[in-house]
Every structure is written in structure tokens, then in C-alpha cells.
């Protein structure tokens, strides 16, 4: 019987300057409107929750970042990598999500997602999150153009 290559292990670790490239790669593959890396930087000078979720030392499987409020938290992004993409990696950067924000105190969870993406949106509503309303304008979109945001949230 043939064996199986043992998987690369799976970690999280923080974001620091010296795996910017690696996250802006992804970041900028993933998305036509993508964050700038001074979005980043000021995210971690901030203090604001950056993780990563790696396989190995280098393959960026997804990221999230998000921020401490009173008895909330706020996701400000969650990305997984397109050749990552259908796998499961938001549902597991989702779970540290939900353990990070609770060690925090918080009791809710907040997001904003774009109103034209569907498969973000089924995901967040198969983990519990629950629309709530909408926020005109919110995302920076083709040709100068604005698009709206859906606001979910999630009770902890």
C-alpha cells in the first residue's frame, strides 16, 4: 500500500514586518480592491489582532485581521489564499476568531462584507454570523465607482 506524504504542520503566528511580502502576495492575488501594506503596518502598529495561518514555514494559507472594542470585536479582514480557496481555511481562521475575541471579553463579533460577495457571506452565515444591516458606499470599487457592505454579527 502506498503511503501518504505527511502534511506540512499547521500553525498560527503573529504578523510582523518580515512576512509582509509574503501576506501582501496574497492579499494583492486576492482581491481587485486590495488593502494597501500601510494598511497592514498601521493594523500592527495599532495593536490590532494580525494572524496568520501557515503551513510550513512559508505557505500563507489565510489571515485575519481584527480589533478590540468594549465587549466587541471588529474583523477587518479575513483573507484566504486563492489556491487555498474552497478548502475549509475561513471556517478555521473563523474558529481563532471567535477564541481570540473571547479571551478578550468581547460578547459580539462584528463585520462588514460586500454586498456582491455571496460565497463570503454564505460562509460567515454557516458559521452563525446573522446580517444586520448595511452601510451605503462602504468599499472602494472599479472605475471610481462605491459599493455598499452587508454588517453581520455574531453573539459570543
Request: aromatic letters at 10%; a positive charge.
Amino acid at each position: 500500500m502506498p503511503r501518504r506524504a505527511a502534511s506540512p504542520p499547521l500553525h498560527f503566528e503573529p504578523l510582523t514586518p518580515a512576512r509582509l511580502d509574503l501576506l501582501m502576495a496574497v492579499e494583492q492575488s486576492a482581491y481587485a480592491q486590495p488593502w494597501s501594506r500601510a494598511n497592514f503596518v498601521d493594523s500592527m502598529t495599532a495593536g490590532y489582532e494580525c494572524r496568520l495561518l501557515l503551513a510550513g514555514p512559508d505557505d500563507l494559507l489565510g489571515y485575519f485581521v481584527a480589533m478590540r472594542g468594549v465587549e466587541e470585536a471588529h474583523l477587518l479582514n479575513l483573507t484566504v489564499a486563492p489556491r487555498h480557496q474552497r478548502q475549509g481555511w475561513a471556517a478555521v481562521l473563523l474558529d481563532a476568531l471567535d477564541l481570540w475575541a473571547r479571551g478578550q471579553g468581547a460578547r459580539w463579533l462584528w463585520l462588514e462584507v460586500r454586498a456582491s460577495n455571496l460565497r463570503a457571506q454564505s460562509v460567515y452565515q454557516a458559521h452563525g454570523y446573522r446580517r444586520v444591516g448595511e452601510r451605503k458606499g462602504y468599499y472602494p470599487a472599479p472605475g471610481g465607482q462605491r459599493e455598499d457592505a452587508i454588517v453581520m454579527s455574531l453573539p459570543l
